[in-house]
């Protein structure tokens, strides 16, 4: 008797790969932390991951004209000839040696991440007609909505300076306070909340410069408050002007004093400014369990998942899921790390937060 095929023909490598693509897309705020993986790992939840740390800038060395080199040949009785402007070549001129110094900090798998969706016989001969539609894109919709979530989730518990001692922060900054009125919805009261958010900013701004956090990939990450309170500011001019759908598909709503603006609904009156780099997603895939029917194990942008396809003898069925180990850090600076000749070390310094405050003018604190 002849074998009757499946008719969607599934490549588990290529639907990872897809799956991949698909999640990437589908991301915001989890679509922001740097990213490492591994797809040969050998450990298990709990175990860790040593990263490397990007190394600063190999000192430069300036050199000069060490001694001029006097003309023997002499003119005038009265005056020298000219002298040379080589430097002697007895001297050294070799460059300091450098090297590459990338420190290497732990990150732990917290957490294994999984769906899974089962899909009865009557159900793959009648009713799925694109299995990328139907299937694919909801498990991978799933685990969008679940890294936001995660991410936002650490943003509020560890995007802050509060580590900081009060030298530290003498010199680079800590976290900005920021008080401003009550909405009342008048044209002066509208500039009055938004100045106040952009003076914090600026603040900001100033304490990641001081830093020497980079310019570029800043985001300024907020909820839906502090993006009324910005978007009804005369100043600041939207991303949605500019044309720019990729922005838009990423959230981005904005720009302001060189930081994305991302709105998500996790956040309230607050607001988390940070560079790309002050966190780190490492993601490791479990190896391909020797049940299963069939399955791939992918990297696709430094999310590494892996694609399991299975069956249920007992509920004649498939089972489609797509699961990763992670874990989520705060990337911290070189233990010989300073500013200004102040020790800053191993602390968090490339994001802070601004905590935003609602009082009228001349309200006691204890009336608020």
């Known amino acids: 008797m002849a074998l009757t095929t499946h008719h969607f023909n599934l490549d ?22 740097a990213r490492y993986s591994e797809l040969k790992f050998r450990g298990g939840l709990g175990d860790v991951i040593n990263v490397n740390r990007e190394s600063r800038g190999i000192p430069v060395q300036a050199a000069g004209i060490s001694e001029p080199i006097w003309n023997p040949v002499k003119g005038d009785k009265n005056k020298f000839a000219a002298v040379s402007d080589r430097p002697l070549p007895t001297n050294d001129r070799l460059a300091p040696v450098g090297f590459i110094n990338e420190s290497r900090f732990p990150v732990q798998l917290t957490t294994l991440a999984q ?7 009557e159900q793959v001969a009648f009713d799925l007609k694109q299995f990328g ?20 989730l650490f943003i509020k518990e560890n995007i802050t300076r509060s580590g900081l001692s009060t030298a530290q922060k003498k010199v680079i900054g800590g976290d900005v306070d920021v008080t401003i009125p009550p909405a009342d919805g008048t044209g002066e009261n509208m500039k009055a909340r938004a100045l106040g958010l952009r003076t914090a900013l600026v603040d900001a701004r100033m304490a990641m410069n001081l830093a020497n956090v980079p310019a570029s990939e800043r985001y300024l990450i907020a909820g839906p408050e502090v993006e009324a309170i910005l978007l009804k500011d005369p100043e600041f001019v939207a991303v949605d002007y500019s044309g720019d759908t990729n922005a838009l598909r990423r959230a981005v709503v904005g720009r302001i004093y060189g ?8 956040f309230g009156l607050e607001m988390y400014l940070f560079h790309k780099s002050a966190m780190l997603l490492v993601s490791a895939c479990p190896a391909i369990p020797m049940g299963a029917v069939n399955g791939s194990v992918q990297n696709i942008n430094g999310i590494a998942t892996r694609m399991l396809i299975d069956y249920d003898y007992a509920k004649k069925a498939d089972t489609i899921g797509l699961d990763t180990m992670y874990g989520l850090s705060t990337v911290r600076e070189d233990p010989d790390y300073s500013v200004r000749g102040v020790g800053i070390g191993e602390s968090f310094v490339r994001g802070l937060k601004v905590s935003i405050t609602e009082k009228a003018a001349g309200t006691k604190p204890e009336e608020r």
């Open 133 to 152: 539609t139907q299937v694919l894109t909801k498990l991978t919709r799933g685990f969008a909505e679940y890294f936001d979530d995660t991410t936002a």
């Open 259 to 266: 930081f994305d603006i991302v709105i998500h609904n996790s």
């Open 12 to 33: 588990p490598q290529q639907v990872t790969i897809a799956a991949l693509g698909l999640l990437d897309r589908q991301l915001t705020l989890g679509g922001i932390p």
């Open 115 to 121: 769906n899974a969706t089962t899909l009865s016989m």
